[in-house]
């Protein structure tokens, strides 16, 4: 018998969990995410408190999170630019190794994705650090295509990164299931 998985939106008590979830994806791929782990780890916990408090209920930024079993396994991030295009995004998607082979991956982004319909987004996007193979490979699996943008990571500017899309015309409510495998 398989786990079962869940996502849900954060809470805004969750800081201590989004702060484990954060660390945890740093301690596992830390060339995959734009910021180091002593800065996670350095950071007073009241920084997590105020982002999980403030994903809760915003409309422009959130973060969702996996659970396996009823336990945290894993997290991505949705958010809509500030810039007059308001793109949408999601980033920092990370699933625990021992419950990625379960499609955790595809319920984050399915139910991020639905969440930026929900908010008015008709295209989705993500910056994809060039060294991460597997992650474009997923994205690119289920329907992001590269825009041609490359860029320098912000925080870690000896990594490049590769801006994907994903067009959302023919996005279906899909996060109360995850994909079939492939």
């Known amino acids: 018998m398989s786990p079962s998985l869940t996502v849900r939106r954060i809470a805004a008590d969750q800081g201590a969990v989004l702060r484990e979830l954060r660390t945890a994806s740093l301690r596992d791929a830390p060339y995959a995410f734009g910021d180091t782990l002593e800065d996670a780890l350095s950071a007073d916990a ?63 982004l399915n139910c991020a994705i639905d969440w930026l319909v929900s908010e008015g987004a008709t295209q989705v996007y993500a910056w994809i650090t060039d060294t991460n193979t597997t992650a474009m490979r997923f994205y690119e699996r289920l329907g992001f295509v590269a825009t041609g943008d490359h860029a320098r990571s912000q925080q870690q500017p000896e990594q490049w990164e590769t801006l994907l899309m994903r067009a959302l015309g023919e996005h279906t409510k899909s996060a109360s299931s995850p994909a079939s495998p492939s």
């Open 46 to 108: 009241a920084v997590f408190d105020a982002a999980a408090a403030r994903h809760a209920v915003s409309h422009t930024g959130t973060s969702f999170i996996l659970y396996t079993e009823g336990h945290p396994a894993g997290l991505i991030g949705a958010s809509f630019e500030s810039a007059p295009a308001r793109r949408a995004f999601v980033s920092a998607l990370w699933v625990a190794p021992a419950v990625r082979h379960l499609s955790g991956g595809e319920l984050l």
